[in-house]
């Protein structure tokens, strides 16, 4: 299948230029589901997701990490997504692992498409869209999936990539871990339990590379529809251009990071573990018309083969199961064989009370 790259591409160098095919217009395609969302009005401009300090997550002042822990579960518990400054990434490692994910995107069509198709689980996977063999619209994305953790892999070229993007995702397991112990402490139980009953020393680790290049039609075109994440938690570095959104009360929110700031989102899985207390949140990514968007998502979870259901020390009589457990490759493979549709894979593993 042809790479949304190649079909920007023509559409700059044809006479279409305000024109994309038909099978990319997304929001035409799409029946009125979402007639009651409103989209991103002023009042949605203003609101600002959370921000955690990474510093003070970490501090050896009690009463300062205390605090910013407190602030941890009110963000998991009222938004499922929040910026994290001070995190202690170099930014050169930041702008490096960008250039590096760049140089891959420009690579030619004929070498990354040793990686294309095969199976969801393969540790090196390129394509585009999200799931063309059984979507009707097609997105306006280009992806390349490495898994990275408890195994390390990805493409040897262009030269550097490897060797950079497996420092940068060293990085953000650490980050992720000391927020772990923030998550677990704010849930009342001491600060490796996430670690220890989701065996998050071999867990699984994804780098999602996403790349959305300029769009003629950006009104009518999707980077990633609406959905919620796997796993426990998300760490996504953007290059300068925005284009995330996350849907609260109905509106779609477009976040706005900080300089030098992560966004970090709760998955599915924290969901499921925390029996709903910490809830993912459905987000999407839209298009622009000026330049390609790059980002950069970590998805941090259980080993593949871990059941994950709900803690047994977060539930109780006045707190019964609301989610089955469920292997955690298995919750992944029912995601990664449809298209996205908001939080509909776990619909499959909640339970009616």
């Not at 910026?83 to 069509?109: Q, S």
């Not at 990354?112 to 799931?131: L, R, V």
């Not at 992720?176 to 071999?202: A, F, P, T």
């Not at 003629?216 to 999707?222: E, G, L, S």
Request: some cysteine; hydrophobic content about 35%; proline content about 6%.
């Amino acid at each position: 299948m042809l790479s949304v790259k190649k079909v920007a591409e023509s559409c700059v160098s044809s006479s279409k230029l305000e024109r994309i095919p038909s099978k990319y217009m997304y929001l035409k395609n799409k029946s009125d589901e979402d007639s009651s969302v409103i989209l991103c009005d002023e009042e949605a401009q203003n609101i600002t997701i959370p921000t955690i300090d990474f510093s003070h997550l970490i501090s050896s002042n009690p009463t300062q990490r205390s605090k910013e822990i407190q602030q941890l579960g009110r963000a998991c518990t009222d938004w499922g997504f929040f910026m994290l400054i001070n995190h202690g990434v170099p930014e050169t490692l930041r702008e490096e692992v960008l250039r590096a994910c760049k140089g891959f995107y420009d690579l030619p069509e004929e070498y990354k498409k040793q990686y294309e198709g095969g199976d969801i689980f393969a540790p090196i996977k390129c394509g585009t869209s999200f799931n063309a063999n059984v979507e009707k619209t097609f997105l306006w994305r280009d992806y390349l999936k490495c898994h990275v953790h408890p195994h390390f892999h990805a493409p040897s070229n262009p030269q550097g990539f490897s060797e950079t993007t497996e420092a940068y995702c060293k990085k953000s397991r650490e980050v992720i871990g000391e927020l772990l112990k923030g998550i677990s402490i704010s849930l009342g139980q001491e600060e490796n339990y996430i670690h220890k009953v989701m065996n998050i020393e071999s867990g699984f680790q994804m780098m999602v590379v996403n790349f959305y290049p300029r769009c003629p039609m950006p009104d009518q075109a999707m980077g990633l529809p609406p959905h919620s994440d796997h796993g426990l938690l998300t760490l996504l570095l953007q290059n300068e251009l925005e284009g995330l959104q996350l849907l609260r009360n109905d509106m779609w929110i477009p976040i706005h990071p900080l300089p030098n700031s992560f966004i970090v989102n709760t998955g599915d899985h924290m969901e499921i573990l925390t029996n709903g207390k910490y809830k993912s949140n459905i987000h999407r990514a839209i298009v622009n018309k000026n330049a390609t968007r790059i980002t950069i998502g970590t998805a941090h979870g259980p080993p593949l083969d871990a059941v994950v259901g709900p803690a047994t020390e977060l539930i109780g009589e006045d707190n019964p199961p609301a989610y089955r457990a469920i292997k955690y490759k298995d919750y992944m493979r029912l995601q990664q064989s449809k298209e996205l549709d908001g939080k509909s894979c776990l619909g499959h593993v909640r339970i009616s009370i």
